[in-house]
């Protein structure tokens, strides 16, 4: 019988500071820290690196979690020796064997009497489209991969388990839903280490066991329910065990085939090894987790009276998530826990931290990519935050609706037939995909803008301007922080930045309207569509969001179609 413990062996992949490549136990993340310290994950899958940091995450914050703030201070610069480390994890040592008789990591307890998977069927599949290219390469096809080692086969077993997706009849997800959005804490660039990625998105103790769940509960089954038998045909509420399953979750009944083993390469990293693991057995109804699962790595969102996690969304993340990732908007949007944590107690003025978002834009059971975005965090005096995060956003306000705008514009000029309406004496579009349009102009813009949701030219749209204009808005995000904590006035950056999202509004409309005419499209429709595009850029909503003076009814006359 194969044993391979998780706390023991060297099996996650790093990278150091100087560039050199290596595997390590998880107690090693400290180890040379002073002098060549391991900088990120290195993993062959960018999911993989995504699963690994929460690994490392929820092992730090069982068993070796903070106190007190203080600690957490301290331990930031000057981390937990090695072995002080691995003192700590051998506490859950039992629970953290991948083979052999007792429990098993992230596995069912029982045998499992059914027919034998590839092991490919593990991975939560994806096709290469990727916002960062750098990882593009290492996506791994289904049907590739027909053994892995044990790195590998343990990486992609927590994968599947923290991110699970809906599989069909009594596969379950994982306690967040199908494919969870992950945000984290980075530190500085210039000083970025993988103890550090950990311990910024370490919660004190007491603040963690607060959160949710019952630390009463606290066997081990409590915690890592491969402990115990699988709660099948029940639900699982928090209440019912102890915090930490939130970082153990394990909706999936899987039993890895350990008995037998194959000689030759992973089928993902490419190592050769006498111990592949080819195949494994699975039984629908595991662990059935049922809402009020506040996980602090993620964003959540009210959907009726309860909190749900976020979830990658079509068009990737990019500051147009800035409201619900980084600062709250209104009640419906609360960032993580963690990012809270940073916002309100943690962030420190010389050092510029990032917020690092990742996981999977799922489609039901399949994925359709993976997501990874890092954005700068700015930190700033705490008696300017209110001020700057209002502004903040209004800021992205404007950029949604100029946005909006854009797109509605060119289908307009694409497809719209404008039509001249002698009661209100103004233009009403109509479109061929849409009927009944509403006859109040904001009911209308929320119906054809909805209606354009899962409109690839439209999803393509949203993707450039965002992108387009992401750069100047941390520029613009700095200029802001340095005018508020100043008590400066904002009107020139406000001008800049209304003038950066005309240009972006303006350059699409000519890339998918002028540029790209075909034949359809008749000059005189383009013509007005701009024209009104100009119009409502300049529109008072916009002005007054960021406070620019505005036109009265009396300057514009009968023109009044300011959406
Ligand atoms: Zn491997």
Redesign the pocket.
Known sequence: MIQFNLIDEKWIPVRRHDGSETMIAPWEVTKEFTDNPIVALNA?RPDFNGALIQFLIGLVQTVAAPANRVEWKQKLDKPPEPEELKAAFMTVHNAFELGGDGPRFMQDKEKLESKDLCIDRLLIDMPGNKTRDENTDHFVKRNTVTC??H???ATALFTLQTNAPKGGRGKLTSLRGGGPLTTLVLNDKRCSSLWRTIWLNTLVSGDFLRICGSIDKNTDSDKFPWCGKTRTGIKTAAIEVHPAQMYWGMPRRIRLNLERSKQGK??????Y?YNLIDSYREKTKGNDYKGGWLYPLSPFFHKGNALTAVHAQPGGVSYRNWLGFVQEEGKDKIPAKVVHEFKTIRQQSDRQFRLWAFGYDMDSMKARCWYDSVMPLISVKPDSIKNYEDETANLISTADIICGNTKIAIKRAIQGRPQFDPLTKKIKWKYQDINKIPSDEQDERKKVLFAMNDQSTYMAIDVFFWQSTEKAFYETLHSLKKAVEANDDLVEIHKTWHQTLCYASMKLFDINVSEGINEDVAPKRVVLALSELKMFNQGNKIKELLDLPVKTAAAKGKKNAVL
């Open positions: 062959p892995m080692c790195s590998c086969c992973c089928g993902i990293c490419g190592i090894s």
